[in-house]
């Protein structure tokens, strides 16, 4: 919501400054921006990436300073960064656990924002500037965790490298232009290590494209409509800072928790093996991060059509504002497609089980035998993409929704809101 | 035609590393050969819990089970002599803050020999440790290991806590997991028993027996009792700073706890005057 700025600079030394460079005035604007009165803690998400994102290069850099991007290194220099650099032992899990508290908190907020409709006009490039996010946190989280050089390291490359492999004609030249050779190897190593260090900065610009988009359009929120009068709004600065602030220290405390008392949780125990090229381990499993992808490819038995199911789970993202064609953006007026969006919810966390287990084993023991992991996950995958299409165009056409508040401020004061 | 040629060698390749991998590891199907791979039991270690502590008597006696029992095979990669006498470790002494200083980690350097290049002739020479050293590699290479082990690398015991699924109970399964052959399990040569292995077969034949050492302190050297201790000594070389980073964690939730208290009273006291 640009506006005409609001700001009046009170002393001389301020003036001076204003007319030379309106640095100040920026700023006052941009904490000031009118925000709907109605936000609940599922709104600090955002504060909460911008913070994980600023510890993640924070401590990446510091990190980079002690770590080898060698075959015959990596391994003992990340051992060596627990063991002997100062304060080592903190960074390195902080880095980690790190990575897994990102996609914690980026997955809430996208859940938040398809619960209450925060991608559909005028948001829909918002919601894709966040997309692309995602997508690059993806790209980030995968060449970061190969880094250490660990059993999964190398054979998370091996197998993740290889869907490009699977793409006709092209794919045995794309994969080898990838890898720096015919398999995941010193090159691949030293590429990884300057595309995961490249990547953050493209994610925070990424990030300030987002937030002039946020700025521009102004904050959804549970109610889905927009604010009318000025009593719809409060200022940025102070109300939600305090709140956002209030949310992140709990974040912290989570975050914590894992830091100092589980920093293996989260992690495979193979990836304290070094890298073996001649020994496959028994599972291979991605980051936690990546399970419910990781089944959708398990989920059908061609490789290829694995690995395009894969890539249009993350691509359906891209068009969900023309898929959903209901005008009423939040699920809280939806009483149907609420439901369905939060099966669409179960889904993915079954499928991120799926993705954890063989797809031979049994999930759902029925008599002797059972429903396996890959029925499981071909029925999960299949619901992934009905939610998509049809139910959401489908359910905006159809679905008959509960009468709208007249305004913010009218639902604030009725408690509706 | 190329193309198929290399395909074909991949496969074959592929093959024959799925192989070698499964009969380094033993890992010849238990099913089909009548024994099965029993879950480690759940055991009481004092460096559990967020309090949890290294036991350090406990863990210089696995010290020396270590040096006599395991030594002559497995490594300990990412540790060096002064990393035994770092605070928290298990020779740590509040005299000399500085653990290349610490006489009994000098003592236990000396005992093993380390490579080195002659400073005055550039040859290469073995010499008596210094604390500074890391443990020397017991093998000269991986290949020559397998060679003298029956095919099995023995692997580095610095990380073989954190790198094994259920860590310091497993460990201890397996070292205290040695068994009679079942007589319907076809075990191969060269290969030993153990409930707790993946697949039964392990290269590795059973290391500690009752009495295998003399500990100084008195204690009786079963088998258990060795196990123990030495899984005390491995998770520490694992996790050599674990009790810092608990107390430090316990710092910072004490911290984390007033500040969101703080801040959200003053969330409060901002939102007083606005219905919400």
């Known amino acids: 919501m640009s506006g005409p700025s609001t700001y009046e600079p009170k002393y001389a030394a301020e003036r001076w400054l204003d007319k030379r460079l309106p640095i100040v005035r920026m700023s006052v604007d941009f904490m000031g921006f009118p925000s709907p009165r ?20 924070i401590t990446g850099i510091i990190l980079a300073m002690h770590y080898t991007p060698h075959v015959d290194l990596a391994f003992d220099s990340v051992q060596r ?100 050779g015919y398999s995941v190897g010193n090159p691949t190593l030293q590429r990884f290590f ?6 953050p900065f493209v994610i925070a610009a990424l990030v300030g494209l987002h937030i002039w988009a946020v700025h521009h359009v102004g904050q959804n929120n549970p109610i889905g409509i927009e ?47 070094r890298a073996d090229p001649m020994k496959t381990p028994p599972h291979i499993v991605p980051e936690w ?84 992991f890959k029925w499981l996950s071909r029925i999960a995958t299949l619901y992934y993409f009905a939610y998509f299409f049809p139910i959401l165009p489908v359910m905006g056409w159809i679905e008959k929704t509960k009468p709208l508040p007249e305004s913010i401020t009218k639902a604030v004061l009725s408690g509706d809101a | ?45 004092g460096f559990k819990g967020p309090f949890g502590t290294y036991d350090r008597p406990a863990m210089q006696r696995g010290y020396q089970v270590y040096k006599e029992s395991c030594s002559s095979c497995h490594a300990l990669e990412h540790l060096s002599f002064r990393h035994l006498g770092d605070k928290g470790g298990p020779f740590y002494d509040a005299n000399f803050p500085n653990p290349n200083d610490n006489p009994v980690i000098k003592a236990f350097a000396k005992d093993w020999e380390v490579s080195d290049i002659d400073q005055d002739s550039g040859d290469p020479i073995d010499r008596p440790g210094i604390p500074a050293d890391g443990f020397p590699d017991i093998f000269p290479n991986a290949i020559a290991a ?64 009752d009495d295998a050492v003399e500990y100084a302190d008195g204690t009786k050297a079963t088998t258990e009792q060795m196990a123990r201790d030495v899984v005390e000594f491995l998770s520490w070389a694992g996790d050599p700073k674990m009790e810092v980073r608990k107390k430090v964690g316990f710092a910072t939730f004490l911290f984390l706890f007033i500040f969101a208290l703080l801040l959200f009273m003053t969330y409060k006291e901002v939102w007083r005057n606005v219905d919400h």
């Open chain 2, 1 to 45: 035609m190329l193309k198929t040629q290399k395909t074909k060698m991949a496969k074959t390749f592929a093959a024959v590393a799925i192989i070698s991998t499964s009969l380094f590891a033993g890992g010849i199907s238990a099913q089909a050969a009548g024994g099965s791979t029993e879950k480690p039991a759940v055991q009481e270690w």
């Open chain 2, 146 to 209: 397998a060679a003298s082990n029956g095919g099995a690398v023995p692997p580095d015991l610095s990380l073989i806590v954190p790198a094994r699924t259920g860590g310091a109970d497993y460990v201890y399964a397996l070292l205290t997991g040695y068994d009679e052959v079942p007589h319907d399990f076809h075990l191969s040569e060269g290969m030993n028993y153990n409930t707790y292995f993946e697949g039964n077969q392990l290269a590795m034949a059973r290391p500690l027996f």
């Open chain 1, 227 to 273: 604010p009318k009068s000025k009593s719809d709004t409060l200022p940025f600065h102070p109300f939600y800072t305090m709140k956002d602030a209030f949310a992140i220290a709990v974040f912290l405390m989570i975050f914590a928790l894992f830091v100092f008392y589980l920093p293996d949780a989260l992690g495979h125990a193979d990836n304290y093996q």
């Open chain 1, 194 to 199: 300057s595309l995961h260090y490249l990547l």
């Open chain 1, 81 to 180: 960064i627990r063991r002997d650099v100062p304060f080592g032992w903190l960074l390195q899990p902080m880095h980690a656990v790190g990575a897994s508290m990102f996609f914690l908190a980026v997955y809430i907020h996208m859940f938040r924002g398809m619960f209450y409709g925060s991608y559909k006009n005028p948001r829909e490039l918002l919601w894709i500037i966040g997309c692309l996010i995602y997508l690059a946190m993806m790209a980030t989280g995968f060449l970061g965790y190969t880094l250490p050089w660990g059993q999964m390291s190398f054979w998370g490359a091996t197998v993740i490298t290889g869907f490009f492999g699977a793409i006709p004609v092209v794919g045995e030249s794309l994969q080898q232009w990838l890898l720096g």
């Open chain 1, 38 to 57: 109605n936000l609940n803690y599922w709104y600090a998400f955002g504060g909460i990436l911008t913070l994980c994102l600023m510890a993640q290069i």
């Open chain 1, 289 to 372: 991060y990546f399970l419910p992808f990781y089944a959708i490819l398990r989920a059908v038995p061609d490789k290829l059509l694995g690995i395009i199911l894969m890539f249009a789970a993350i691509a359906v993202l891209f068009i969900l504002p023309w898929l959903d064609t209901s005008k009423v953006r939040s699920m809280r007026f939806r009483p149907v497609t609420k439901w369905f969006f939060i099966i669409f919810l179960v889904m993915g966390f079954i499928l991120g089980w799926c993705g954890a287990r063989s797809p031979d084993d049994i999930a759902i023991p029925i008599g002797d035998g059972g429903m396996t």
